[in-house]
């Protein structure tokens, strides 16, 4: 660079430049779904969350189809074949917003979509998937049961041939969308191993009754499901996959969505932290301006940008189809645990204040408690990447 050359000035909300690594589709996607959720979640999301509802949650769901955020990095079949790291900025917009918005998001499009456009029949596709990513069907993922949660292998729920059908029965747990879903993807045992059916919800012996009194993710809706004798025809089981192999493929691809929107809920809690800090007097003058404050804000920016561009790096590595589980666990396991960290410091900047509703701090901490077990618990993430690293299985 030449002596006469200038430096582009200093950005706060883009220290490191990622904005440089972004190309104009990538800004317009980010942009619309900013705008979305500014428009749509932040006027009422403290309310939602105090009342422990969405109340619009179908109603979301047709505007996010209608902007192309639901199976948006799927192709064909009404899904807007967006790229990863596309996919991933409107995730981070989503979780800026509310840790529910971006839950009911992945499980749509990551979980229950991805599952019917990986392994299903074109009829399947056909028939689920243009609906599912208007927004006008919303769909549910059945793999975690109320005993056997980090160990899916040893699942109960099961499914037996009577003829030509199937006969599903056991029980799901903490089940995103399961009470409002038209459809559900449910992984059973089988006598040739773990399956996936696509279960109508309004098929004869299902149920999904809502979750209540929890304290994270209240903005969203929560269930369990129950199969008590649903008879299925057997064009129900998804006919692309048998094993683990097919949930956890899925499960892998919702993670990283996860690596993305984490950084969202843990830049509202910076921002919210900065700006109480310009403002907020204490001994005469801002806070923002002793060597402590800025000591948090500092470490704060460092590790909310370390781990936007890690999630970054990831989402090329995706696009360029070179992603691998090890890989997304890195990416989950950080970015999870240190957006917690920075919503916990951005509380200690606000005080007494960090603990209420009108500021988003408490609620993005106590949402990302959720987020830090579902998918993978911080444990599992550790095992996997010891395992990667060592060569030797701890799971066993």
Not at 229 to 251: I, K, N, Q, Y
Not at 279 to 288: D, K, L, Y
Request: glycine fraction near 12%; aromatic fraction near 6%.
């Amino acid at each position: 660079m030449s002596a006469s050359a200038k430096l582009p000035p200093f950005d706060a909300a883009d220290p490191l430049g990622i904005d440089d690594l972004l190309g104009p589709e990538d800004l317009a996607i980010r942009d619309t779904v900013r705008g979305w959720a500014a428009d749509r979640v932040l006027p009422h999301v403290a309310d939602w969350y105090e009342k422990g509802e969405l109340p619009q949650i179908r109603e979301l769901a047709r505007e996010l189809g209608g902007i192309g955020a639901l199976g948006m990095s799927l192709t064909g079949y009404g899904c807007a074949g967006a790229t990863a790291v596309q996919y991933g900025l409107a995730c981070l917009e989503l979780e800026a917003a509310d840790s529910g918005i971006r839950s009911l998001v992945s499980v749509q499009g990551s979980l229950a979509m991805y599952a019917i456009h990986r392994f299903g029949s074109e009829e399947q596709k056909l028939q689920w998937l243009p609906r599912m990513a208007a927004g006008e069907v919303i769909g549910c993922f059945g793999l975690t049961e109320p005993d056997h949660g980090s160990d899916p292998a040893a699942m109960r729920t099961h499914a037996k041939r009577d003829g030509d059908d199937w006969v599903l029965n056991g029980r799901k747990m903490w089940i995103t969308n399961g009470s409002v879903a038209g459809v559900a993807v449910v992984w059973a045992q089988t006598e040739e191993g773990i399956r996936g059916f696509v279960v109508p919800t309004d098929s004869a012996g299902f149920s999904a009754p809502e979750i209540r009194h929890k304290w994270s993710l209240r903005a969203s809706v929560t269930s369990e499901l129950v199969m008590d004798d649903v008879r299925l025809p057997a064009t129900a089981v998804l006919p692309g996959v048998t094993g683990l192999r097919g949930p956890l493929s899925c499960l892998s691809h919702a993670r990283y969505g996860i690596v993305w929107g984490a950084m969202g809920a843990a830049r509202s809690s910076f921002e919210t932290a900065v700006e109480y800090a310009k403002t907020r007097e204490q001994f005469g003058r801002p806070i923002g301006g002793f060597q402590l404050t800025q000591a948090k804000l500092a470490d704060m920016a460092v590790e909310l940008h370390k781990g936007i561009l890690l999630a970054h790096h990831l989402g090329r590595r995706m696009d360029a189809g070179r992603l691998r589980p090890e890989q997304v666990s890195f990416g989950k396991l950080n970015n999870v645990r240190e957006a917690i960290e920075i919503c916990r410091t951005a509380r200690t900047i606000l005080g007494a204040n960090g603990i209420s509703l009108e500021y988003p701090v408490m609620r993005h901490a106590t949402n990302l408690e959720s987020v830090l077990t579902y998918e993978g618990t911080v444990e599992m993430h550790q095992l996997v990447l010891g395992k990667a690293l060592t060569g030797l299985d701890a799971f066993r």
